[in-house]
């Protein structure tokens, strides 16, 4: 039993440079007894990096709107998975095109002197 939490709390941690975010949206699932509010979230890791960028700041906006600054638990991102995968792929997109770019003027300046 104390190995399985010990597990389980290696899974949660989150190495340097990385922040756990959980991203769902809520619903109302018809049940044959009653209503029920349901929130079924998945979470992922990503750079802390990723927090500034302009496409990600629409996300963090929302989730502001929807629950506020001071939720309790984690960052929790209001949208499908489908849109936050889509959203990431284009921040790292961008990112790697950046960093293509900087590595290409920084060998012209060496290939200059």
């Not at 389980?8 to 007894?33: R, S």
């Not at 929790?76 to 790697?96: A, G, V």
Request: net charge positive; proline share 4%.
């Amino acid at each position: 039993m104390r190995m399985q939490m010990r597990q389980e709390e290696k899974k949660m941690k989150v190495k340097k440079g990385w922040v756990a975010v959980q991203v769902g949206l809520g619903g109302t699932i018809n049940d044959e007894n009653q209503d029920c509010y349901c929130t079924e979230f998945t979470r992922f890791v990503i750079p802390i990096s990723n927090l500034y960028n302009p496409l990600f700041q629409g996300l963090l906006d929302k989730s502001r709107e929807v629950y506020g600054y001071h939720a309790p638990g984690p960052l929790t991102l209001p949208c499908s998975i489908d849109d936050f995968l889509h959203i990431q792929t284009r921040i790292e997109t961008s990112t790697k095109q950046r960093d293509f770019r900087h590595r290409r003027y920084q060998n012209e300046l060496q290939a200059v002197n």
